[in-house]
């Protein structure tokens, strides 16, 4: 039997568990998980998005990101207001307790980040930040907010 080669995506998906295992975790230690923490990277990036936007843009089901977002105003870290044409859509916007968090949480992702690249040598790092950043922008372009170009930092 020949050995099959090892397709990408296949290491990309196990790479992107790996991921958010470990994020999980760590982020737990903020009362946080990551589609908790994915609406408020949202919230924060496009205020007044609406919820189906922003799981759409972290690359979640909105009914994963309804539960989160629930959870997220009745802690006061984002609020819910109608959208102006549409009652039905409602807009979320991180509150200043949220915008605190969120500062916390980006704190605990940028260690797990770095934690998961070192074994790679910075240049290797800015290497495979560059290549993902195109598949992404490829494959997903609302995922990345608008300022979030190919050169900046391989740390989220």
Request: net charge neutral; with cysteine; glycine share 6%.
């Amino acid at each position: 039997m020949s050995e099959q080669p090892i397709h990408t995506g296949y290491l990309a998906w196990h790479f992107a568990q790996a991921m958010a295992t470990r994020l999980e975790r760590e982020l737990r230690t903020l009362e946080l998980n990551l589609a908790q923490y994915n609406a408020l990277q949202q919230a924060d990036r496009q205020p007044g998005i609406s919820s189906a936007d922003a799981a759409r843009h972290a690359g979640i089901t909105a009914q994963s990101m309804g539960p989160a977002v629930g959870s997220l105003a009745e802690r006061g870290l984002i609020t819910r207001s109608p959208h102006p044409t549409n009652r039905r859509i409602l807009c979320l916007h991180i509150t200043p307790d949220g915008s605190g968090l969120l500062e916390q949480a980006r704190d605990v992702v940028r260690r797990v980040n770095e934690e998961a690249l070192a074994v790679l040598e910075p240049q290797e790092q800015t290497s495979v930040h560059h290549l993902l950043h195109r598949l992404v922008t490829h494959l997903n372009p609302g995922a990345l907010p608008p300022t979030a170009g190919p050169t900046a930092t391989p740390n989220p």
